[in-house]
């Protein structure tokens, strides 16, 4: 396995659409590998392949504490099929976004459909955290941020930072 460097905004990259997969094969595994690999190390709860600056619809999850057994699951070419219209507000981050919290509201439940680790069919009915880490992360997929669900003013303020960090950051190593 290995670490990937983590994509950060502003990037037109993380506004593009990613596509589908055709299979799940041995290649697949070893980038489904090397998300997780990236993912633990962040430390984060989701990510998306996108984010590796891969543009396929492909997310790695695991929201199991630090005292619990570690629960990894993969998602390929997850549908979202169902989200209630009660809705919750949770305090979101993203690696793409490192430093910046905001509250999203989005629905409380949602059921998918994916392909597993090993190309499998399968179903999920999710609530709470991790129903809103898996539409975090299907945002991703669409080119969607969680600062897309914020007012445009803090939105902008959050983006404004962002850019400044990344022209320190190149007077730095250049
Ligand atoms: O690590 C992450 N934490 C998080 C917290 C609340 C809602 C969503 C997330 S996902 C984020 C990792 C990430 O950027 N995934 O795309
Ligand atoms: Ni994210």
């Given at each position: 396995m290995s670490k990937r460097k983590i994509i950060i905004e502003p990037d037109p990259i993380l506004r593009e659409k990613s596509s589908p997969l055709e299979k799940v094969d041995n290649e697949l595994r070893k980038l489904m590998d090397d998300m997780l690999e990236t993912m633990y190390s962040a430390p984060g709860i989701g990510l998306a392949a996108v984010q590796v600056?891969?543009?396929?619809?492909l997310i790695v999850i695991d929201i199991s504490k630090e005292d619990e057994k570690k629960n990894p699951i993969f998602f390929v070419?997850?549908?979202?099929i169902y989200q209630s219209d009660k809705t919750s507000t949770y305090e979101e981050g993203c690696l793409s976004l490192p430093g910046f919290y905001a509250e999203v509201e989005r629905p409380t439940e949602c059921h998918i459909n994916y392909l597993d680790y090993n190309g499998k069919r399968k179903k999920l009915e999710a609530d709470g955290l991790l129903a809103t880490c898996i539409q975090h992360e299907v945002d991703h997929l669409n080119?969607?941020?969680?600062?897309?669900?914020?007012s445009k003013l803090k939105r902008d303020m959050i983006i404004k930072k962002l850019r400044k960090n990344k022209k320190e950051l190149k007077k730095i190593i250049l």
């Open positions: 600056g891969i543009l396929k619809r070419n997850p549908e979202i080119g969607v941020l969680f600062i897309d669900h914020i």
